[in-house]
């Protein structure tokens, strides 16, 4: 899939799941909403719904407030999607199934011009925003490789369970992990960022991604 987009860089965050769900990775269903799109097409998804404002050059979508979580039906989702559309430089609008709460997680991949291509894990919330507490590790990665990037992290404790809360789905998160490297090692991404990933006790979600091909991939 990556070949087909000649020419681009910058993809759009459904272009991204999409290359994720071809890896097997778990990402919200969804559709995607073109800003050329003259009518609200049928939403055969499952309420409640988030709209996500989709753009290659918006950075934060919170900064331009480009998102309206807990859409509960049509009316409600066609006001966010009619408000979302008016937002400058937005391509479209993302409209996705709201996945549960879970422990958020960071996974990121980018090329380093010293070490080549490396992955980056940590959590979310405070753990990076002000503890910075991340790790990283060089791709390709095995099992073995993830789950010790994952113990590199001082606030892994809490995937293990914390206060009566069950432990996460160390399997789903490793699997990510791994595709990850294995999409840095491949040499077509020059950059990933998972941000954030939701564990629970079964399972894992990707709730929002971002990522940049390499210049010899846009020219496939």
Do not use: C
Not at 138 to 162: N, S
């Amino acid at each position: 899939m990556i070949g087909k987009m000649e020419g681009r860089k910058a993809l759009l965050e459904h272009e991204v799941k999409g290359l994720l769900r071809e890896a097997d990775l778990p990402v919200p269903r969804g559709t995607f909403i073109s800003k050329d799109a003259l009518l609200l097409p049928e939403i055969a998804l499952t309420y409640p719904l988030i709209a996500k404002v989709s753009s290659t050059e918006i950075v934060s979508k919170s900064d331009v407030r480009g998102i309206r979580p807990g859409l509960n039906n049509v009316d409600e989702l066609k006001g966010a999607v009619a408000e979302l559309m008016r937002i400058e430089k937005a391509a479209g609008v993302l409209v996705e199934e709201m996945a549960p709460p879970g422990i958020e997680v960071i996974i990121g991949g980018i090329r380093d011009n010293q070490f080549g291509p490396v992955v980056m894990f940590g959590l979310g919330g405070v753990f990076v925003e002000i503890f910075k507490d991340v790790a990283f590790a060089l791709a390709p990665m095995q099992k073995h490789d993830a789950l010790w990037l994952i113990g590199q992290v001082k606030g892994a404790r809490l995937l293990e369970g914390y206060r009566g809360n069950p432990p996460v789905d160390t399997d789903a998160l490793v699997g990510i992990i791994v595709a990850v490297s294995e999409l840095m090692a491949a040499h077509s991404v020059e950059e990933i960022d998972l941000n954030p990933v939701a564990l629970y006790p079964h399972g894992a979600m990707i709730l929002d991604a971002k990522m940049l091909l390499a210049e010899k991939s846009t020219k496939l």
